[in-house]
């Protein structure tokens, strides 16, 4: 709560107390026990408010994550996305959805995301985000019955963490500058590989 | 000058003082004119100082710009080691080598930099680290008549970043807690692929 508290008695505070109460309320949900260990009723109760309100202003629990998180966008969307691609051209889908976001006016905000990540506030935010909500339904698609496919998501979130570093952050040439095609030529098959290849 | 400035008349300030403006005479030169357009001369220069100080503090103007970045290791320490590896293992050696290195005592260390770098205060720095420090032997190595290898060596870096932070400040399982070995099995190939393979 930094420095909007409002007094609890009579009508609900105005608009914006009630949406940072909850916003504050989900953060500390969420980086103490995780995306699937978080309700909206929890989350309402810590907040004091109704969960039909948390429903109202943030939709579903992983909207409400993407707030918390300041995601530019619904997750569900890019998600939409990798679900449509053939499983054997998932690794280029993958890279060009993403390269294709942060290269559009999303990008600073995708950048603004990964420096509170790294600055390690909150390394269980950034845990769930990964293991509950990014990476999940791409785990699913690909595990087997010897491999859950944890391993192999985490691996692709390696390089696209590091993509994302290397031409939006540092932005390192010539990686900065590439084209969008040329990058999912190179990058494609890396992702590729991790998520249905021979890993070794 | 942080809150420790001296007086210049007389002897010199005392050592830490010395010490402290020619990093910080460094630190501005690296950012703005990058590691080979800065010369321990006219780092010395703007301290103050004479050059030879400057090599006796720091040594090679390699070890002052690590000593700027805060490298918890002497850079040439580990080109020695990429160096060494003949050239179809070295992007195992590179993997084996950096994920060894961060698992290490110096680990932490090596979480400071990159968060340094990703905060995004200095991009400059990082840009030049990556371009002209740490990359360069490895990019001339690997360069061709067609191909001067530094889109090449961003690729590495972006893999070796992703998997830094991966790793070492989200801690995302499996990865974090993966035996070297796997690691290096499972990256090797990327890396090998981004220094000699076939690009797309």
Request: hydrophobic content about 50%; overall charge negative.
């Amino acid at each position: 709560m930094t420095g909007e508290a409002q007094g609890r008695s009579g009508r609900r505070p105005g608009n914006s107390g009630a949406r940072a109460a909850i916003l504050d309320a989900a953060r500390r949900r969420f980086s103490e026990n995780g995306f699937d260990g978080t309700s909206i009723r929890a989350v309402a109760g810590d907040a004091g408010v109704d969960p039909a309100l948390v429903h109202h202003y943030f939709g579903s629990k992983r909207q409400l994550f993407a707030a918390v998180v300041e995601l530019p966008i619904d997750p569900e969307v890019v998600m939409r996305v990798f679900a449509a691609a053939p499983l054997d051209e998932l690794g280029a889908t993958m890279v060009r959805t993403l390269v294709t976001l942060w290269d559009s006016e999303l990008g600073s905000a995708a950048v603004a995301v990964l420096r509170t990540m790294v600055a390690g506030t909150d390394p269980g935010l950034a845990r769930s985000f990964f293991v509950e909500v990014a990476l999940e339904r791409v785990r699913a698609r690909i595990a087997t019955e010897t491999d859950d496919g944890s391993g192999r998501v985490a691996l692709v979130a390696s390089q696209m963490l590091g993509m994302l570093i290397a031409r939006k952050v540092i932005e390192l040439e010539p990686l900065a500058a590439m084209p969008v095609d040329a990058v999912v030529a190179a990058v494609g098959p890396t992702v590729q590989r991790y998520l249905t290849g021979e890993l070794g």
